[in-house]
């Protein structure tokens, strides 16, 4: 396994475009996380599953953002009707049961561009 | 709700410096506790991590002991590469639900030779 893979590693949208991001989390982990960073910023939280079911989400995923986690493995990240203001890095994390007491590994991420 | 907040950076030293990097935390219950560290163009890597009280996190020279009597998580090297210029993050996971990671802003450090 080679960890957490993101695709794709840049993407350049106009706006009002859909753009989908999607993450490969390592295999036999269960939790999922998607966080925004933006520049000179630490990442923020976006949304959290847990196998297949979405668990929780932050206000920042407004309804232009959807996530979804089929079957419980890879996941995929939407953002309909794309605005400058969503251009950041977008990372995924994957963990085995608590993080905390085992650790997030994390993806590259996937930088969106919107002009 | 829960936060971190890490020193004002950029940081600039010189090859063979001492590095301390602040890191303070607010958080209801018992956090566990990350340093990341963010190369350029690049995802995290975890540096090193501390689950409870007086917990030490070591990893690659860098050390941060768990402080819970002064929300603490700092950061020190006792002597710097080249190679450790990154951007480096301070982050607590929640005790409870979905235990996601709370990031401090980061600290960009930049090691001249």
Same mark, same amino acid.
């Given at each position: 396994?080679?960890?957490? *893979?993101?695709?794709?590693?840049h +993407?350049?949208?106009?706006?009002?475009?859909?753009?989908?991001?999607?993450?490969?989390?390592?295999?036999? @982990?269960?939790?999922?996380?998607?966080? &925004?960073?933006?520049?000179?910023?630490?990442?923020?939280?976006?949304?959290?599953?847990?196998?297949?079911?979405?668990?929780e989400?932050?206000?920042?995923?407004?309804?232009?953002?959807?996530?979804?986690?089929?079957?419980?493995?890879?996941?995929?990240l939407?953002?309909?009707?794309?605005?400058?203001?969503?251009?950041?890095?977008?990372?995924?994390?994957?963990?085995?049961?608590?993080?905390?007491?085992?650790?997030?590994?994390?993806?590259?991420?996937?930088?969106?561009?919107?002009? | 709700?829960?936060?971190?907040?890490?020193?004002?950076?950029?940081?600039?030293?010189?090859?063979?410096?001492?590095?301390?990097?602040?890191?303070?935390?607010?958080?209801? =219950?018992?956090? *566990?506790?990350?340093?990341?560290?963010?190369?350029?163009?690049?995802?995290?890597?975890?540096?090193?991590?501390?689950? +409870?009280?007086?917990?030490? =996190?070591?990893?690659?020279?860098?050390?941060?002991?768990?402080?819970k009597?002064?929300?603490?998580? @700092?950061l020190?090297?006792?002597?710097?590469?080249? *190679?450790?210029?990154?951007?480096?993050?301070?982050?607590?996971?929640?005790?409870q639900?979905?235990? +996601?990671?709370?990031? =401090?802003?980061?600290? &960009?450090?930049?090691?001249?030779?």
């Amino acid at each position: 396994d080679t960890g957490v *893979s993101q695709d794709p590693r840049h +993407k350049i949208t106009k706006r009002g475009q859909n753009v989908t991001f999607r993450c490969d989390p390592i295999s036999e @982990h269960n939790r999922l996380y998607w966080y &925004r960073q933006t520049l000179g910023q630490g990442p923020e939280f976006l949304t959290y599953f847990q196998n297949e079911a979405q668990l929780e989400k932050s206000r920042l995923l407004s309804d232009r953002f959807s996530a979804e986690r089929p079957k419980g493995s890879f996941s995929t990240l939407e953002i309909q009707r794309t605005e400058q203001g969503d251009s950041a890095m977008y990372l995924c994390a994957s963990s085995l049961g608590s993080g905390g007491a085992y650790g997030y590994t994390f993806g590259s991420g996937t930088r969106l561009t919107v002009v | 709700g829960d936060s971190v907040t890490q020193m004002e950076g950029p940081v600039t030293l010189s090859e063979e410096a001492f590095l301390t990097i602040n890191c303070t935390y607010t958080a209801t =219950g018992y956090p *566990s506790l990350f340093w990341y560290v963010q190369y350029p163009g690049e995802g995290l890597q975890l540096l090193l991590k501390a689950t +409870k009280a007086d917990d030490k =996190g070591s990893n690659k020279g860098f050390e941060a002991t768990y402080r819970k009597e002064t929300t603490s998580f @700092h950061l020190e090297k006792g002597s710097v590469q080249v *190679s450790d210029s990154a951007v480096y993050f301070c982050a607590l996971s929640d005790a409870q639900g979905a235990q +996601k990671l709370v990031f =401090g802003q980061g600290t &960009r450090l930049t090691i001249n030779p």
